[in-house]
T-cell receptor, first 112, second 111 residues
Framework: DGGITQSPKYLFRKEGQNVTLSCEQN?????MYWYRQDPGQGLRLIYY???????QKGDIAEGYSVSREKKESFPLTVTSAQKNPTAFYLC???????????FGDGTRLSIL | AQRVTQPEKLLSVFKGAPVELKCNYS??????LFWYVQYSRQRLQLLLR??SRESIKGFTADLNKGETSFHLKKPFAQEEDSAMYYC?????????????FGSGTQVVVTP
């Protein structure tokens, strides 16, 4: 689904640094989501946004922050408060909260 | 707390054999359930959703509220069915956006 672009594909962070993962969609979807995936586990919801300028915490929001200033963009910042940030991060979008979600290719974040 | 359990990490079946992926959930409300699939080198995508009552690529899934299960079945597996499958539950009473995913089942179909 080329409508959702996550960048970069791989990201390295030094301890104590904040890092921002990009997610852009051109599907004109109102809702956007961020998930974290760890080995042997399913996807866990970090944050989601139903509409521009609105977002809600998911199950594991601590140590993360988001913004939704534009409909097409939903960047995720992994802050230094996130003690175990090494993971695979997936962004998704949907027409609204009641429609199926479309996923990006993901960003793999590693700590140096 | 809401939980989705996929007990099998890996399911290996022969081509033409039936395949069943188990999914059990715990949720006190009325669930909406989905199966997502990720083929090799492709993105995670929706396979089917309970409310649609569809059969996609020969797969079906029946919600059994008594057993709190939403198992995915296909009578004759094909090699192209090899993929990672995730069961997901929507546990919000007013929207389906907040999904709880299971840990996934890797399906390998051998000729």
């Amino acid at each position: 689904d080329g409508g959702i672009t996550q960048s970069p594909k791989y990201l390295f962070r030094k301890e104590g640094q904040n890092v921002t993962l990009s997610c852009e969609q051109n599907l004109n979807h109102d809702a956007m989501y961020w998930y974290r995936q760890d080995p042997g586990q399913g996807l866990r919801l970090i944050y989601y946004s139903q509409i521009v300028n609105d977002f809600q915490k998911g199950d594991i929001a601590e140590g993360y922050s988001v913004s939704r200033e534009k409909k097409e963009s939903f960047p995720l910042t992994v802050t230094s408060a996130q003690k175990n940030p090494t993971a695979f991060y997936l962004c998704a979008s949907s027409r609204d909260l009641n429609q199926p979600q479309h996923f990006g290719d993901g960003t793999r974040l590693s700590i140096l | 707390a809401q939980r989705v359990t996929q007990p099998e990490k890996l399911l290996s079946v022969f081509k033409g054999a039936p395949v069943e992926l188990k999914c059990n959930y715990s949720y006190s409300g009325s669930p909406e359930l989905f199966w997502y699939v990720q083929y090799s080198r492709q993105r995670l995508q929706l396979l089917l959703r309970h409310i649609s009552r569809e059969s996609i690529k020969g797969f079906t899934a029946d919600l059994n509220k008594g057993e709190t299960s939403f198992h995915l079945k296909k009578p004759f597996a094909q090699e192209e069915d090899s993929a990672m499958y995730y069961c997901a539950l929507s546990f919000s009473t007013d929207s389906w956006g907040k999904l709880q995913f299971g840990s996934g089942t890797q399906v390998v179909v051998t000729p």
